[in-house]
């Protein structure tokens, strides 16, 4: 299974929303206006906002006094495909958030967030994640195409997809008590997780044979599962 660290770092690098929460000032502002525009990691673990530059987060870090502004950046996962319970999974970033002049385009400004402590709670868990495994971890591979290949096999193979409950063994006649719905709903290099609907609602995890790093071989991967559900 994917890493804690790992699974934060997709979240960070993916296309989730994200919120940033500065104590004292939250409350008194409305949280859209402090989404930001773009985010990225730098090379030390840094997460790197880009903002409005009359944005009250930016406010707040130009005022702030000795680079002690704290805050923390809320990340929130919905699965790409309509499925009950849609929320996959948060990871919360706390840490010092400074200026980063010159980096962002006109009327615009990037802001520092220095990762002092992360945590995770998505469909593997809760867990904590030390700032040093989230600096050394990377993003899983299929972080940017993920939706569209859940929302591809969702739509285009529906039939395959419910037809994997024929692995699930013991569990057949608890999925087939289940209905007949089967949607995908998480993809990484490890594996696929289809939810279940009907009378009651489960996960069932499909691991590949191996991990997969790009496309390709998931392709390759997709089609060992699906042809050993109907032997």
Do not use: K
């Amino acid at each position: 299974m994917p890493s804690a660290a790992e699974r934060t770092r997709t979240l960070v690098q993916g296309t989730c929303s994200a919120v940033l929460f500065i104590p004292g000032l939250h409350e008194a502002r409305p949280p859209y206006q402090l989404m930001p525009d773009v985010r990225s990691v730098g090379p030390d673990g840094e997460v790197f906002l880009v903002f409005p530059s009359d944005s009250p987060a930016v406010r707040a870090a130009t005022h702030a006094q000795d680079d002690e502004l704290h805050a923390v950046l809320e990340l929130t996962d919905v699965a790409p495909v309509s499925v009950p319970h849609r929320i996959r999974g948060r990871a919360w970033l706390s840490g010092w958030l400074t200026r980063e002049p010159g980096l962002a385009d006109a009327g615009r400004m990037t802001l520092r967030l220095e990762i002092g402590e992360a945590c995770v709670d998505d469909l593997w868990g809760a867990e904590s994640v030390e700032p040093e495994d989230f600096v050394a971890a990377t993003p899983d591979p299929l972080v940017e195409h993920e939706a569209e290949l859940l929302q591809h096999l969702h739509s285009a193979h529906g039939a395959e997809v419910r037809s994997l409950r024929a692995l699930l063994g013991e569990r057949t006649a608890s999925a087939s008590a289940a209905g007949t719905a089967a949607v995908p709903v998480g993809l990484d290099r490890f594996g696929l997780r289809v939810r279940f609907t009907g009378v009651r609602c489960f996960d069932a995890r499909f691991d590949f044979p191996e991990p997969v790093r790009n496309v390709n071989e998931l392709r390759h991967a997709m089609h060992t599962l699906f042809d050993a559900a109907t032997r």
